[in-house]
């Protein structure tokens, strides 16, 4: 029957190829049409499958909280610029009032300002209300060090947590502005400027989010749509990177750009975009260089170039039609049907061009083509595109779209060769007729080597089939050893300024932006999750609601504490100035308070808190470095350089500041209780679900989740901690387990299917054994070339493996046809002939596949170097194990 649908086929172009080429031409620019509509969205999110509860809660949080889709804007350089800069940005930002809602420079001060005294644990508050009973300078530094003593040296658990080693870092950068800003007076140089800066830095902490060093800086922008809106987030990132660009250049050694998952998506999405059309393009040259240098004709390429592209065209349009977008794994869809449909065009151009040769009419040549290849393409085609729809059958979306994308645009390419090629064909040879040129004097395309080689090896079977046999096995070995590379971001583009800005954050914050995140149904919920996260060492930080409001019990704790704050500040005693015979006494208690810090910082070291050791050297200095005796060497220097100058400068402090620190720590004492609809808009709206009825826990890793271990941790505390956790970093991990999983039931199911396509076209157990050998040997030689080439498995690679299996089963179906139809018996024959047209087929496929290491995303090219080794190893099994199985096998002419 199939012999009788390809003489049709011949009979058809070669007496009508315009009429065939005039439909032809119609669907595809139908398809071209409607392949315009096709969208790209590489978040890895959309890979997974999209009924999984994780999926599910992670879409309905970024829908429901605002906060849940951030664009990061950060920057390094000095704490001045860093500061200048942000607020020159701000406004800029601000006024994109279409796309953007809030952009958070600053914290709100307003609602510390009310109520920051109610929102410190009531241990803090009984250790530091002694800190207000008296401003004077002398008795303030001393109930400041008796408190620091309680708090810090007389507690071992002072820092145990990652919160409390955070306020232990926010308290001792309040000291160092106030200390500086004494020292500034000290010189000379104060003023009431700098006076309320150490007031408000000393009582209500850094408003600006802001390193621990003070050399990167982070703006909060909140957009008023969600990552999900793609052509948004393009946009909208673009043009902040643009006034970023442009405001950056009025400072100097200032570097600044946009990260977190938004900047991510938008740089994956146009990498992607650009690599999809620069990769295509590298392999179509690459194939046509390969066609001129191999037929010696200009003719074929073109011919098999427009073949490709009426195959690919016909796959997008389908694409858009039934997935509607692209995804990471779907993007490559044209380089890998580049690599597989230029195949088909190759038998077939082959055996046409021989035909031609020996002086066969144009409608017998391709009668003789679509026979002697044709058969072998159907089962060929058919077989892949049956091992890529396997992979349908996946629960990760990104590998049952790229099954579907993958096996019908195999079936497209099949179709256009079959029919669309033999139309080109006719009509050339028409066209060169009325041009009276002679349309048959191409060469013969035989590679005699090919069939000298087979000849050896079927002449010594024994010998070659010993030594394959010892070498797959080692190959096999070699495979075992193979590890993966779970490191999402190794994926990524290289050099991508997010990506860099990321690692950034990680270091300087000890937190990243790939965050867990739960919902909770109240706000004592709330406090309980983040409670519990908190005590994670594993956690850098949380936020949730209830940092902002306390439980009742505990605000009622507070409020008696807040009380005497209160009374403290309203009945200050009157200024008294710093006499010279008290400079000895007020530098007894600054060297104390030194002495405070030194051990805190033992103290630090000994627990592994490297910000609060740090921060301790940057006030008291570097014991290992004699020459850095920190801020307190400089201000002692300072003092005994003119005690006298330094005694007024003290008073003038003193002066300035205690009416400062007495006015905004009245208004902090307010021991009223602190309730939801106290929230200002711009604190409530990060934790607040849009009806109002759910609360928003973020939990933000200390480690970078990027490193496996630490990740499968992590996710599995967090589960733990809470079953409807979500976020990008558990996500990805639920990703690896299913496409492991997916992956290994397709390569199995895979099997089974081919199998029994073989056994239904060959109609012989043998034949299909032999057809197999190349895609299961070869698919065991792919991964040990892997490894000692040095490469890993990834995410995106490990996609080779199922492809490998649907492509590697061509070579051997398209030689098993010839030998079965040049009767058997002739092996060197037919490898000299169809041997060529495999090794060509194999030669672009690799040329395609290779054109991916020229991605920019080098999970791609990744991919492509392991599907360069895969064909390779198929085509190298092909060769070295048929001709020897061959010889055990009699057949006859005909038998089909």
């Given at each position: 029957m199939?012999?009788?649908?390809?003489?049709?086929?011949?009979?058809?172009?070669?007496?009508?190829?315009?009429?065939?080429?005039?439909?032809?031409?119609?669907?595809?620019?139908?398809?071209g049409v409607?392949?315009?509509q096709?969208?790209?969205?590489?978040?890895?999110?959309?890979?997974?499958?999209?009924?999984?509860?994780?999926?599910?809660?992670?879409?309905?949080?970024v829908?429901?909280?605002?906060?849940?889709?951030?664009?990061?804007?950060?920057?390094?350089?000095?704490?001045?610029?860093?500061?200048?800069?942000?607020?020159?940005?701000?406004?800029?930002?601000?006024?994109?009032?279409?796309?953007?809602?809030?952009?958070?420079?600053?914290?709100?001060t307003?609602?510390?300002?009310?109520?920051?005294?109610?929102l410190?644990?009531?241990?803090?508050l009984?250790?530091?209300?002694?800190?207000?009973?008296?401003?004077?300078l002398?008795?303030?530094?001393?109930?400041?060090?008796d408190?620091?003593?309680k708090t810090?040296?007389?507690?071992?658990?002072?820092?145990?947590?990652?919160?409390?080693?955070n306020?232990?870092?926010?308290?001792?950068?309040?000291?160092?502005?106030?200390?500086?800003?004494?020292?500034?007076?000290?010189?000379?140089?104060?003023?009431?400027?700098?006076?309320?800066?150490?007031?408000?830095?000393?009582?209500?902490?850094?408003?600006?989010?802001i390193?621990?060093?003070?050399?990167?800086?982070?703006?909060?922008?909140?957009?008023?749509?969600?990552?999900?809106?793609?052509?948004?987030?393009?946009?909208?990132?673009d043009?902040?990177?643009a006034?970023?660009?442009?405001?950056?250049?009025?400072?100097s050694?200032?570097?600044?750009?946009t990260t977190?998952?938004?900047?991510l998506?938008?740089?994956?999405?146009?990498?992607?975009?650009?690599?999809m059309?620069?990769t295509?393009?590298?392999?179509?040259?690459?194939i046509i260089?390969?066609?001129?240098?191999s037929?010696?004709?200009?003719?074929a390429?073109?011919?098999?170039?427009?073949?490709l592209?009426?195959g690919?065209?016909?796959?997008?349009?389908f694409?858009?039609?039934?997935?509607?977008?692209?995804?990471i794994?779907?993007?490559m869809?044209?380089?890998?049907?580049?690599?597989?449909?230029?195949?088909?065009?190759?038998?077939?151009?082959?055996?046409?061009?021989?035909?031609?040769?020996?002086?066969q009419?144009?409608?017998?040549?391709?009668?003789?083509?679509?026979?002697?290849?044709?058969?072998?393409?159907?089962?060929?085609?058919?077989?892949?595109?049956?091992?890529?729809y396997?992979?349908t059958?996946?629960?990760?979306?990104?590998?049952?779209?790229?099954?579907?994308?993958?096996?019908?645009?195999?079936?497209f390419?099949?179709?256009?060769?079959?029919?669309?090629l033999?139309?080109?064909l006719?009509?050339?040879?028409?066209?060169?007729?009325r041009?009276?040129?002679?349309a048959?004097?191409?060469r013969?395309?035989?590679?005699?080597f090919?069939?000298?080689?087979?000849?050896?090896?079927?002449?010594?079977?024994?010998?070659?089939?010993?030594?394959?046999?010892?070498?797959?096995?080692?190959?096999?070995?070699?495979?075992?050893?193979?590890?993966?590379?779970y490191?999402y971001?190794?994926?990524?583009p290289?050099?991508?300024?997010?990506?860099?800005?990321?690692?950034?954050?990680?270091?300087?914050?000890e937190?990243?932006?790939?965050?867990?995140m739960?919902?909770?149904?109240s706000?004592?919920e709330?406090?309980?999750?983040?409670?519990?996260a908190?005590?994670?060492?594993?956690?850098?930080?949380?936020?949730?609601i209830?940092?902002?409001?306390?439980?009742?019990?505990?605000?009622r704790?507070?409020?008696?504490?807040?009380?005497?704050?209160?009374?403290?500040l309203?009945?200050?005693?009157l200024?008294?100035?710093?006499?010279?015979?008290?400079?000895?006494?007020?530098?007894?208690?600054?060297?104390?308070?030194?002495?405070?810090?030194i051990?805190?910082?033992?103290?630090a070291?000994?627990?592994?808190?490297?910000?609060?050791?740090?921060?301790?050297?940057?006030?008291?200095?570097?014991?290992?470095?004699?020459?850095?005796?920190?801020?307190?060497?400089?201000?002692?220097k300072?003092?005994?350089?003119?005690?006298?100058?330094?005694?007024?400068g003290?008073n003038?402090f003193?002066?300035?500041i205690a009416?400062?620190m007495?006015?905004?720590?009245?208004?902090m004492?307010?021991?009223?209780?602190?309730?939801?609809?106290?929230?200002?808009?711009?604190?409530?709206?990060?934790?607040?679900?849009k009806?109002g009825?759910?609360?928003?826990?973020?939990?933000y890793?200390?480690?970078?989740v990027?490193?496996?271990?630490?990740?499968?941790?992590?996710?599995?505390?967090?589960?733990?901690?809470?079953?409807?956790?979500?976020g990008?970093?558990?996500?990805?991990?639920?990703?690896?387990?299913?496409?492991a999983?997916d992956?290994?039931?397709?390569a199995?199911?895979t099997?089974?299917?081919?199998?029994l396509?073989?056994?239904?076209?060959?109609?012989?157990?043998?034949?299909?054994?032999?057809?197999?050998?190349?895609?299961?040997?070869?698919?065991?030689?792919?991964?040990?070339?892997?490894?000692?080439?040095?490469l890993q498995?990834?995410?995106?690679?490990?996609?080779?493996?199922?492809?490998?299996?649907?492509?590697g089963?061509?070579?051997?179906v398209?030689l098993?046809?010839?030998?079965?139809?040049?009767?058997?018996g002739?092996?060197?024959?037919?490898?000299?002939?169809t041997?060529?047209?495999?090794?060509?087929t194999?030669?672009?496929?690799?040329?395609?596949?290779?054109?991916?290491?020229?991605?920019?995303?080098?999970?791609?090219?990744?991919?492509?170097?392991?599907?360069?080794i895969?064909?390779?190893?198929?085509?190298?099994?092909?060769?070295?194990?048929?001709?020897?199985?061959?010889?055990?096998?009699?057949?006859?002419?005909?038998n089909k």
């Amino acid at each position: 029957m199939r012999d009788k649908l390809l003489k049709g086929i011949a009979a058809g172009a070669d007496k009508k190829p315009v009429i065939i080429l005039l439909v032809a031409l119609v669907i595809t620019a139908i398809m071209g049409v409607m392949s315009e509509q096709l969208r790209l969205d590489m978040h890895f999110k959309n890979l997974m499958p999209q009924n999984h509860p994780m999926v599910n809660e992670f879409n309905r949080i970024v829908e429901d909280y605002t906060s849940a889709s951030m664009i990061i804007v950060a920057a390094t350089g000095e704490e001045k610029q860093l500061k200048s800069f942000a607020e020159e940005l701000a406004p800029q930002i601000r006024s994109m009032k279409n796309v953007i809602r809030p952009v958070d420079v600053t914290m709100d001060t307003s609602f510390i300002n009310r109520h920051g005294f109610m929102l410190q644990k009531a241990k803090n508050l009984k250790n530091n209300a002694d800190i207000f009973q008296d401003l004077n300078l002398i008795p303030f530094l001393t109930h400041l060090n008796d408190s620091f003593e309680k708090t810090y040296v007389q507690d071992e658990e002072s820092i145990s947590t990652k919160e409390k080693e955070n306020n232990a870092v926010a308290f001792l950068d309040g000291i160092q502005t106030w200390l500086t800003t004494l020292d500034a007076y000290i010189t000379g140089n104060g003023g009431l400027q700098k006076a309320q800066v150490a007031t408000d830095r000393f009582l209500g902490g850094e408003t600006y989010m802001i390193s621990q060093d003070k050399d990167m800086l982070l703006m909060m922008v909140q957009p008023n749509f969600t990552i999900n809106d793609l052509d948004k987030v393009l946009v909208t990132v673009d043009s902040i990177d643009a006034l970023i660009a442009e405001v950056v250049k009025n400072y100097s050694g200032l570097e600044a750009g946009t990260t977190g998952t938004m900047a991510l998506s938008r740089d994956e999405t146009v990498a992607a975009s650009e690599d999809m059309y620069i990769t295509s393009i590298i392999a179509m040259l690459l194939i046509i260089a390969l066609f001129i240098v191999s037929f010696r004709m200009w003719v074929a390429p073109v011919l098999a170039g427009i073949t490709l592209i009426v195959g690919v065209t016909w796959t997008a349009g389908f694409a858009a039609v039934t997935l509607g977008s692209l995804n990471i794994m779907t993007s490559m869809f044209a380089v890998i049907l580049i690599g597989l449909g230029v195949d088909f065009s190759i038998h077939v151009i082959s055996i046409f061009t021989e035909s031609r040769a020996a002086g066969q009419a144009t409608g017998k040549a391709l009668e003789s083509a679509l026979l002697k290849s044709g058969q072998g393409i159907i089962t060929g085609a058919f077989t892949t595109a049956a091992a890529f729809y396997t992979l349908t059958i996946s629960e990760t979306a990104g590998m049952a779209e790229f099954g579907l994308l993958a096996g019908s645009g195999v079936l497209f390419c099949m179709l256009a060769t079959l029919v669309v090629l033999p139309a080109m064909l006719s009509l050339r040879d028409r066209m060169l007729l009325r041009m009276h040129r002679e349309a048959g004097t191409a060469r013969t395309t035989e590679f005699g080597f090919l069939g000298k080689t087979a000849g050896i090896i079927a002449g010594k079977r024994t010998s070659f089939l010993i030594g394959l046999v010892i070498a797959t096995a080692l190959m096999f070995w070699f495979a075992r050893q193979i590890t993966f590379d779970y490191n999402y971001l190794n994926m990524e583009p290289e050099g991508l300024k997010s990506i860099k800005l990321q690692h950034l954050m990680e270091d300087e914050f000890e937190a990243t932006p790939d965050f867990a995140m739960i919902t909770a149904q109240s706000i004592e919920e709330s406090r309980r999750i983040a409670e519990k996260a908190k005590d994670m060492k594993m956690v850098g930080m949380v936020t949730s609601i209830s940092e902002y409001i306390p439980s009742k019990k505990e605000q009622r704790k507070r409020a008696p504490y807040i009380e005497k704050i209160r009374m403290y500040l309203k009945n200050q005693p009157l200024l008294r100035g710093v006499r010279p015979a008290q400079l000895e006494k007020f530098l007894e208690q600054v060297c104390r308070l030194q002495d405070n810090i030194i051990e805190l910082a033992q103290l630090a070291y000994l627990g592994g808190q490297d910000k609060v050791d740090a921060k301790c050297k940057m006030l008291a200095g570097d014991p290992e470095n004699p020459e850095d005796s920190g801020l307190f060497g400089k201000l002692y220097k300072d003092v005994k350089t003119d005690t006298r100058l330094a005694l007024q400068g003290v008073n003038r402090f003193q002066q300035d500041i205690a009416p400062l620190m007495q006015h905004k720590a009245l208004r902090m004492a307010n021991a009223d209780e602190i309730t939801l609809a106290e929230l200002p808009a711009t604190i409530a709206d990060q934790f607040l679900s849009k009806k109002g009825d759910k609360f928003l826990i973020t939990i933000y890793p200390k480690e970078s989740v990027w490193n496996f271990e630490f990740l499968e941790r992590f996710t599995d505390r967090m589960q733990n901690l809470d079953p409807r956790v979500t976020g990008m970093p558990l996500v990805f991990y639920v990703l690896i387990q299913k496409i492991a999983v997916d992956g290994r039931n397709a390569a199995m199911l895979t099997l089974v299917v081919v199998f029994l396509l073989l056994l239904w076209d060959f109609r012989r157990v043998s034949f299909v054994l032999m057809a197999m050998v190349p895609l299961i040997v070869g698919a065991f030689w792919m991964v040990g070339a892997m490894y000692l080439s040095g490469l890993q498995l990834t995410m995106v690679n490990l996609m080779g493996l199922p492809l490998i299996l649907g492509i590697g089963i061509d070579d051997g179906v398209h030689l098993l046809h010839r030998f079965r139809y040049e009767g058997g018996g002739n092996i060197s024959s037919v490898f000299k002939s169809t041997g060529k047209a495999v090794l060509l087929t194999s030669l672009t496929t690799m040329l395609a596949f290779g054109s991916l290491v020229f991605a920019t995303y080098r999970g791609l090219g990744s991919l492509g170097i392991a599907l360069f080794i895969g064909v390779a190893a198929c085509f190298l099994t092909s060769v070295l194990f048929l001709p020897a199985l061959l010889t055990f096998v009699k057949t006859d002419k005909g038998n089909k």
